[in-house]
């Protein structure tokens, strides 16, 4: 039996009462009075590490616009990271802890359109990732000469397990200055441009003007040596620097050179690269690799494909480092265009998963992309939607990587002009440049930009885990077809293919007929669209 819209919604429901949530996801996930308050201007976070006892100290500088007169303001950090004291203008000032957050009493007032600053000093032994990037925190490890090698990474989990800051997504701060002291003989790479080092202290000074999320900003120190190359891109000349372990320095040169295409075929798509100020980075480190701004980090092994294993099986995900591609596209989605609440992730990795494929379609051809999408469709469960629930830091399905991706896919076919559609993408990274955005800013850009009322199609795939199935007879020389298992007013035109040529249909939740000339057993359904196809009898 057909699924009604209101028994597709019951099963979300269920889905979303299935979760509980406490107090500390709440102060995590939402924006609460005491950070609406104040705006981000500029952090500077001053570390020392110690590899031998996995222990960070230091300060964090915070300066904020006073958007509305509020005396209570609200800073997140982890345990075991201790906050040690804070100040304002050489005062003392008292911090109630409540878990992860910890809301600071400023005793000097708070004007419209001050800008002001606390300096918080903390201290301790930050969490170890277990299974970094995906459960995060600092990575201590050797290289193969026995030197340490350390990184760190937060996504999800928050930046707040390894430095104190207004852990939301929604408030970039607009410029940050990163001094991090390695110890001796090693290096440290950060976001941004080096601007300076301390070699008596050996004290590494990396500044970032562009806004960047609390999740991009990292820590990445090792036995390095640099090269580089400049790319000329739309914007002039970039600065494109690679830091890796000395080892690997002659088969980083070889594998590198995946970057610069990267570049060329993502400045196509997307637009301009979105930190040329800041420069782009590789990073060398001792997990697979994260979309850090500026600072992209590498741990693919120097191999094609993702760790050498075609995730679409179809043979063109081995033409391409996975994590080069994948981690560097984020920087036009997740560091350039960021969401503002987690269970809107999928514009992150939605999008990036799809840049896979244009990756794929600007150096081999539509026809290498479409084989990977197509591919990839086969890693989705339908599990859960991809949207996940607001206010309380929780993501969505996985499925936002290869679900995502065939979203937008199956967008571009019924775009039906490549041109219009690299118009709409690089359209978005112009519209939401450096700024954090929701779901539905992007849903309503694209259906302005293709002039369609996408919201059925967009609640169908992103709020729901059920897949349209395309019903249809032959009889006759008709073509009988319909959508089941959509909500009602879902239509998505879509491409029949008859003796190789091709029609559109729009079909609904009812029958429709249409006349057809030719050989019915050569019919055939694009498989562009994400969809199912059932031929049924009488």
């Keep these: 039996m057909r699924k009604t819209a209101f028994a597709i919604c019951l099963g979300l429901a269920g889905l979303l009462q299935a979760q509980t949530f406490t107090e500390q996801d709440t102060l995590r996930g939402s924006i609460t009075a005491e950070r609406a308050w104040w705006d981000l201007n500029y952090y500077h976070l001053n570390i020392e590490v110690d590899p031998a006892e996995k222990y960070i100290n230091g300060t964090n500088t915070i300066r904020y616009k006073v958007l509305q007169p509020h005396q209570v303001l609200q800073v997140d950090l982890q345990p075991p990271l201790q906050i040690e004291k804070v100040m304002q203008d050489g005062k003392v000032l008292d911090v109630e802890h409540n878990g992860n957050a910890h809301f600071i009493t400023l005793t000097k007032p708070q004007i419209n359109g001050d800008y002001n600053e606390v300096i918080i000093t903390y201290s301790g032994k930050p969490k170890e990732a277990v299974n970094a990037p995906w459960d995060g925190g600092f990575s201590w490890k050797k290289d193969n000469n026995g030197k340490d090698f350390i990184a760190t990474s937060c996504q999800g989990l928050g930046a707040s397990v390894w430095w104190p800051n207004k852990d939301h997504m929604y408030d970039e701060v607009d410029s940050m200055l990163i001094s991090v002291k390695a110890p001796k003989g090693l290096m440290n790479v950060s976001n941004g441009r080096l601007r300076s080092i301390d070699k008596e202290t050996n004290t590494y000074h990396w500044f970032v003007s562009n806004p960047i999320n609390n999740y991009g900003v990292n820590v990445n120190i090792g036995d390095y040596v640099h090269f580089d ?34 570049m060329k075929a993502f400045e196509h798509w997307f637009g301009p690269y979105p930190f040329y100020e800041d420069s782009f980075k590789l990073v060398e480190v001792p997990y697979l690799g994260m979309e850090h701004q500026s600072s992209v980090t590498y741990g693919n092994q120097y191999l094609k494909g993702y760790l050498g294993r075609d995730l679409s099986r179809s043979g063109w995900g081995l033409k391409f480092d996975f994590i080069i591609i994948h981690e560097a596209g984020h920087e036009w989605f997740a560091n350039n265009i960021t969401y503002k609440d987690a269970a809107d992730m999928w514009v992150h990795e939605g999008f990036t998963c799809y840049s896979e494929s244009l990756f794929l379609d600007y150096h081999y051809g539509t026809e290498a992309a ?26 969505g399905s996985g499925d936002m990587y ?10 571009r076919q019924v775009v039906n002009n490549d041109e219009k559609w690299r118009t709409i993408l690089r359209g978005l990274n112009k519209e939401f440049y450096h700024k954090t955005v929701t779901t539905a800013q992007i849903e309503t850009y694209i259906a302005e930009q293709m002039d369609l009322n996408l919201k ?6 992103l709020r729901t885990v059920e897949i349209p199935v395309l019903e249809y007879k032959i009889k006759d020389n008709k073509f009988m077809y319909r959508y089941t298992n ?33 050989d019915l057993s050569t019919l055939a359904v694009d498989p562009n669209f994400y969809i199912n196809s059932q031929q049924v009898n009488e």
Aim: hydrophobic share 30%.
């Design 370 to 395: 479409n084989a990977y999408v197509q591919g990839i469709r086969k890693n989705i469960r339908n599990d859960r939607p991809i949207i996940g629930i607001y206010d309380v830091n929780y993501e």
């Design 229 to 262: 190359e400049i790319y000329q891109g739309e914007n002039g000349a970039l600065d494109m620097d690679y830091y890796v372990l000395k080892d690997n320095l002659e088969k980083a040169k070889e594998h590198f050179k995946d970057a610069p295409k990267m």
């Design 486 to 518: 959509t909500n009602t007013d879902f239509r998505l035109p879509i491409r029949i293919y008859l003796e190789n040529n091709p029609f559109w249909i729009k079909p609904g939740n009812k029958w429709q007929t249409k006349k057809l000339k030719g």
């Design 456 to 461: 059925p199609f967009f609640d169908q795939y």
């Design 402 to 411: 290869y679900k995502g991706s065939n979203i937008l896919h199956t967008l």
